[in-house]
C-alpha cells in the first residue's frame, strides 16, 4: 500500500523568502508519480507540480520546485520569494503507475501562512 | 481550467435519503475520479471511472454507486445518506499524462 506523510500540520514563512514543505512517501512500487496540490481557503484544489520517479531532474514550475531525493522517499515542495496568496493548505500526493495509473493517495496536508 | 463542472455546489439532507452529485467536463477525457475530502484524512478516492461504463472502486467506497453513461458526466450515488457522508466532494479529471485536475467541489451536509 501507498503513504503519503507530511510531518508539517502548519507553517509560517516572511514574504519574499523561500520555504519547504516537506514530504515523505512509501511505496514498493518502481514506476510511481509524485504530486503537490495548493488549496487555499475558497476551497479549490491547484495542481502545482509533478515529478515522475524516472524522471531524471528535479521539476519546476515557475516559482515552485520539487526537490526529490528518491534514496530518501522524499518529495519536498520549494516556494522561492514567497507571496501573501501562496498562504493556503499544500498537499502531497503520489499516484502508482503500475496498473494503469489511477489511485492518487494524499497526504494530510501543510498550513501554510505567508507573513508581511 | 480544465472545463469541469460540479453539481450541486452545496446540498442539505437528511439522513436516509438518497442523493446524487453529478461531475461534468467538456474536454473528452476518458479517466474521471470521485474523491472525499474529511479533516484529518486529505483527499480519499471513493470511485473512478476509465471509460463509459467503466468504472472501479477506490479506498472508500462503500454507501457510494458511480455510473458514467457518457464520457462527460460521472455521477456520485450515496443511495441512503448517512452523517458520516457528511464531507466536500471533489470530481477530478486525467488529462493525457498522469496529472489530475479537480473540480471546484460540493459540500454535502447530512443531518
Known amino acids: 500500500a501507498q503513504k503519503i506523510t507530511q510531518t508539517q500540520p502548519g507553517m509560517f514563512v516572511q514574504e519574499k523568502e523561500a520555504v519547504t514543505l516537506d514530504c515523505t512517501y512509501d511505496t514498493s512500487d518502481p514506476s510511481y508519480g509524485l504530486f503537490w496540490y495548493k488549496q487555499p481557503s475558497s476551497g479549490e484544489m491547484i495542481f502545482l507540480i509533478y515529478q515522475g520517479s524516472y524522471d531524471q531532474q528535479n521539476a519546476t514550475e515557475g516559482r515552485y520546485s520539487l526537490n526529490f531525493q528518491k534514496a530518501r522517499k522524499s518529495a519536498n515542495l520549494v516556494i522561492s520569494a514567497s507571496q501573501l496568496g501562496d498562504s493556503a493548505m499544500y498537499f502531497c500526493a503520489m499516484i502508482v503507475l503500475t496498473g494503469g495509473g489511477n489511485k492518487l493517495t494524499f497526504g494530510t496536508g501543510t498550513q501554510l501562512k505567508v507573513e508581511l | 481550467d480544465a472545463g469541469i463542472t460540479q453539481s450541486p455546489r452545496h446540498k442539505v439532507t437528511e439522513t436516509g435519503t438518497p442523493v446524487t452529485l453529478r461531475c461534468h467536463q467538456t474536454e473528452n477525457h476518458r479517466y474521471m475520479y470521485w474523491y472525499r475530502q474529511d479533516p484529518g484524512h486529505g483527499l480519499r478516492l471513493i470511485h473512478y471511472?476509465?471509460?463509459?461504463?467503466?468504472?472501479d472502486k477506490g479506498e472508500v467506497s462503500d454507501g457510494y454507486s458511480v455510473s458514467r453513461s457518457k464520457t462527460e458526466d460521472f455521477l456520485l450515488t450515496l443511495e441512503s445518506a448517512t452523517s458520516s457522508q457528511t464531507s466536500v466532494y471533489f470530481c477530478a479529471i486525467r488529462d493525457g499524462g498522469n496529472e489530475q485536475f479537480f473540480g471546484p467541489g460540493t459540500r454535502l451536509t447530512v443531518l
Open positions: 471511472s476509465y471509460g463509459v461504463k467503466d468504472t
